[in-house]
DNA sequence: GTGAAAGCGCTAACAC
DNA sequence: GTGTTAGCGCTTTCAC
C-alpha cells in the first residue's frame, strides 16, 4: 500500500480509501489505484485489519472427533456455509475429553475467533468453562450435544420424537422385548433418546423393563459389552435400538459372532448417518441425521448473532431428523425367528 | 498489558518483558505482573504479534473434500500434529475443483498464514496455481495427490509397489483376467497405480489386455459405468482392482446387483482406509492407507521448513502402505466359481 | 533494572 | 478531493 502511494505519488490514506470506493476519490485515481494493487497483489494484511477493526472473519469449531462421518459431514455443512459469507474455520478436536476441549476453547478465544461452533466431548460435566465465552461476549452455538440453551443458541434434532417412532417402528414390525443401549447420562442426546424410548414403548402399551436399559460409553469395547449384557439376560431382548452408529456396529458384530441373525432373531436401528447404514449388511434402518444442514444452520445462527448489532438472545433450532427403513428391522415374510416365535 | 502497568505503576515494555522472563527484570515483578496476567486472563492478541512478527502460528490446509474418511482422518493426524507443536489449522475443502481451489488458495495466502498443506483436486491439470505459492515463499506440503515434487515438498504413500503387491496377491489367489479400474490420468496416484498394476501384470508373466484397464472420474456413477463396461466383455475379468473406495464400493454393488458373488466369481481389492473395509461385506482386501501418519508426516515437515532459519530443499516421504488381506480375494476352499473354472 | 519511542499495516476523524 | 495524524496491542532498540 505505501509503495502504491508513493508509485502514483499520493498519500497512504488516499490509496486505502481508493481501495474502498470511497466517494470522494477521484475515478481516475481509483481505476490507477486498482490497476497497481492487482499488478502487485496486493492484499490487506488481516492482522492490521484485526488489530484495527477487532475482528477476524474467523470462526471456531470444536468437535469431538474429527474422524467420524458425523463430525467431518457437520465440519462440510459449516465450512461450505462460512464459505459462502466470507468466512474462515479454524478446526479443533477435543478427541472426547473436556479436558482437551477446554485448552482448544481457550486457544480459540487467545485466536480472538469471531465466533465458536461447539459440540461438547463425552465426558462434559461441568459446563461452568463456558462462563468465560458468557464473559468474552464471543457469540457461541451448540450443536446435537448441547447445555446451557438459554445462553447459547443451538442446533439440534427432535431427539425424543424420533426415539419415539423408531420404537413404535419396532413394534409395529412385531418386537415385543425392545431393548435400548444408551449413552452416558450427562449427555443430553442420551437422556432424550431414552425419554423418546419411554414414551415410544407407552404408546405401544409395552411396559418398560429395567434390564432392557443399559448405558455405555459410545466405545467400540463397551458396546460389545452391553450388547452382551443383554443377550445374556434370561428373556434376551429381541430388537434393540442404539444410541449411535457405533454402539450400532458394535452390538451387530455381537450379533452376527452368535450366530443370531438381524432382523429376524433380532431387529436392529439406530441413530446414524447415511452413509455407513448402506453399506452394512443387513442395511441399517435408522434415523438419519441431515449432517449437512445441521453445519449450516449453526454456521447461520453464529453469523446472524456475529453480524447483530445487539446482542440476539439464544435461540433453539431443531431439524427434522427422518426415519429411513431398510432391512435391519423387517422381518421378511414368513421368516419368523425362534426368539419372536417363542413370544408370540 | 497496559492495565497491568498502570496498577503495578510500571511502564507496558516492562510488562512485556516480564511476562516472557526477560532476564534483567526483578524476579518479584516477574511474579507479580504474572499473577495479575492470570487474574484478568490477559492473552497476546494475535494480531499484534502477527503484524509485528509476520508469524501467525495457523497453517492452511486444502483437501478435496472434507466428509470422506480418508480425509478426515488424515486432517485428525494434521490437527493431533499441529496441536503438538503450538500451530492452529485452518480448513479449506476444494470440493474437488481446482477452480475452488484456487480461490481457497489465494483465501489463506490473505490470511498470511505460515504454510500450506494441500492435497490436489481431481480435475488439477494446470499446476501454475502453485507459482504463486513459489513466490511468496510460504512453505507448502503436498500429500497424496501431489505435483511439482522438485519445488514442494510432499507426503505420499508407494503407490507403484502397492499395486504391483495387489495385482500379484491377486494372481496368486487364483485369479487371471485382473482388471483395473483407474482414475484421471492427470493425478499421480492414477498414474503410479496404473503402472504398479502392469509391473504386477509382468511379474505373474501376464499378458496386458487394454481392455482390461478402463478410466473413471472417482464417482460413484462412473465407477459403476466403468464395472458394466467391464462385465460387458466378451470375456469379462475374474478380478478388479480399483483405484480407491469409492470405485470399489461401487463395483462391488453393481457385481451383487448382477448377482456375481465376491470373491468367488470376482475378486475385488482396492486402495482403501481402513474403516470401510472392514464393514461391508464380503470384508475388502486392501492397501490400507497410514491416514493419520501422512497428516501427522505432513504437518512435521511442513513445521520444520516453517521453523527453517535457510530455506529447505523439497524433501518427498513415502510411507509404507500395507496390503490388508480380508475375504474379497480369497476363493473359498472348494467354492470355484462358473467364471473361473471356464478358465482354468 | 526500567522507561521512552518507533513501528508492524491499516483506518478514520479531522484538517485543509 | 486529498493529506495528516492518532492509534489498534505489542516488541525491541536505545537510552539512562
Redesign the pocket.
Known amino acids: 500500500?505505501?509503495d502504491i502511494?508513493n508509485e502514483l505519488?499520493?498519500?497512504?490514506?488516499?490509496v486505502?480509501?481508493?481501495?474502498?470506493d470511497?466517494y470522494?476519490?477521484?475515478p481516475e485515481?481509483i481505476v490507477k489505484v486498482k490497476e497497481l494493487a492487482q499488478k502487485w497483489n496486493?492484499?490487506?494484511?488481516p492482522?492490521?485489519?484485526g488489530?484495527?477493526?477487532?475482528r477476524t472473519k474467523t470462526i471456531g469449531v470444536l468437535v469431538p472427533d474429527l474422524v467420524t462421518y458425523f463430525y467431518s459431514s457437520i465440519i462440510s455443512g459449516i465450512e461450505s456455509g462460512a464459505r459462502e459469507r466470507g468466512y474462515h474455520i479454524i478446526i479443533k478436536s477435543s478427541q472426547e475429553s473436556s479436558q482437551k476441549a477446554k485448552e482448544s476453547l481457550q486457544n480459540l478465544l487467545d485466536l480472538r475467533v469471531d465466533g465458536l461452533i461447539v459440540c461438547l466431548s463425552q465426558d462434559a460435566v461441568d459446563v461452568s468453562d463456558f462462563d468465560l465465552i458468557l464473559a468474552s461476549e464471543i457469540p457461541l452455538v451448540f450443536f446435537d450435544r448441547v447445555c446451557r440453551v438459554d445462553e447459547f443458541s443451538s442446533v439440534v434434532i427432535d431427539n425424543v420424537s424420533a426415539a419415539r417412532e423408531l420404537t413404535v417402528h419396532l413394534f409395529e414390525n412385531g418386537y415385543r422385548r425392545i431393548a435400548h443401549i444408551a449413552g452416558p447420562e450427562n449427555l443430553n442426546i442420551s437422556r432424550e433418546r431414552i425419554a423418546g424410548y419411554l414414551e415410544g414403548l407407552e404408546d405401544c402399551g409395552l411396559s418398560f423393563n429395567p434390564d432392557y436399559l443399559v448405558h455405555c460409553d459410545l466405545s467400540i469395547d463397551q458396546s460389545a459389552l452391553a450388547t452382551d449384557q443383554l443377550l445374556s439376560h434370561p428373556l434376551p431382548p429381541d430388537a434393540v435400538f442404539g444410541v449411535n452408529d457405533t454402539v450400532i456396529f458394535s452390538a451387530m458384530k455381537v450379533l452376527k459372532k452368535k450366530g443370531l441373525k438381524v432382523p429376524c432373531d433380532v431387529g436392529l436401528v439406530g441413530f446414524t448417518d447415511e452413509f455407513h447404514a448402506t453399506v452394512v449388511e443387513p442395511n441399517l434402518t435408522a434415523i438419519a441425521h441431515p449432517t449437512f444442514e445441521i453445519g449450516k444452520e449453526a454456521v447461520g445462527l453464529l453469523l446472524d448473532e456475529i453480524q447483530a448489532e445487539t446482542k440476539h438472545p439464544a435461540r433453539q433450532v431443531a431439524l427434522k431428523a427422518k426415519l429411513i427403513v431398510r432391512e435391519s428391522s423387517i422381518r421378511k415374510r414368513g421368516g419368523v425367528s425362534k426368539v419372536s416365535f417363542e413370544d408370540h
Open positions: 500500500m505505501k502511494a505519488g499520493v498519500s497512504i490514506s488516499t486505502s480509501r481508493a481501495l474502498k470511497h470522494d476519490i477521484s485515481l496486493y492484499t490487506p494484511n492482522f492490521a485489519v488489530l484495527l477493526k477487532q
